[in-house]
């Protein structure tokens, strides 16, 4: 199985901060990494996908890069509802694993 | 409109049977790969098992592998979770998701189902 890591796991940033938040994969899943948003309560929404693809409807503000086993997700000016937890997951191979997921707190 | 509602969850005890149901509307169900995903309370997410669109190929994590089945009725646009031989470590908000097509993404959820397995 593929296994995924998020760094960090929590992060504290005020509003209009630049955060970055990175995904290694344990072996090579070329642009299979897909980005996803939950909020407490509610079902993930999709962000990203192949690495670097906005989905339909989600800011501009968002973007993701990289690829082979190392990739990022950058938030270029926070605003109060980015306040959630973000997680990556890789769609190269069955399981379709999941990273531990990074919580983005209010400072 | 464009969604997926599961139902079917609830508190069971150890050992016991769940069925978890999954009805998607506004989309051509039967074209899609579907799958199931879990979070235990106050955890992250999890892959659980997928079903490809004709029900004919079947993938589950080894954590439920042997307990739990995956399948599907095209005809009923639904999915469903057959889990047997429930433990404690299975609590958890299951919630099942499409697939889009290549390059692979989950870009529909559901709401979630909560499993409670306890006695």
């Known amino acids: 199985d593929i296994q995924m890591t998020q760094s960090p796991s929590s992060l504290s940033a005020s509003v209009g901060d630049r955060v970055t938040i990175t995904c290694r994969a344990s072996q090579s899943i070329t642009s299979y990494l897909n980005w996803y948003q939950q909020k407490p309560g509610k079902a993930p929404k999709l962000l990203i996908y192949a690495a670097s693809t906005l989905q339909s409807g989600v800011p501009s503000r968002f973007s993701g890069s990289g690829s082979g086993t190392d990739f990022t997700l950058t938030i270029s000016s926070l605003q109060p509802e980015d306040f959630a937890t973000y997680y990556c997951?890789?769609?190269?191979?069955?399981?379709?694993?999941f990273g531990q997921g990074t919580k983005l707190e209010i400072k | 409109e464009v969604q997926l509602v599961e139902s079917g969850g609830g508190l069971v005890q150890p050992g016991g049977s769940l069925r978890l149901s999954c009805a998607a509307s506004?989309?051509?169900?039967?074209?899609?790969?579907m799958h199931w995903v879990r979070q235990a309370p106050g955890k992250g997410l999890v892959w659980v098992s997928r079903i490809s669109s004709d029900g004919g190929s079947t993938n589950s994590a080894d954590s439920v592998k042997g307990r739990f089945t995956i399948s599907r009725d095209n005809a009923e646009n639904t999915l469903y979770l057959q889990m047997n031989s429930l433990r404690a470590e299975d609590t958890a908000v299951y919630y099942c998701?499409?697939?889009?097509?290549?390059?692979?993404?989950?870009?529909?959820w559901g709401r979630g189902s909560l499993v409670t397995v306890s006695s």
């Open positions: 998701a499409r697939e889009a097509p290549n390059p692979r993404y989950f870009d529909l």
């Open positions: 506004g989309f051509t169900f039967s074209t899609y790969w």
């Open positions: 997951q890789q769609s190269y191979s069955t399981p379709r694993t």
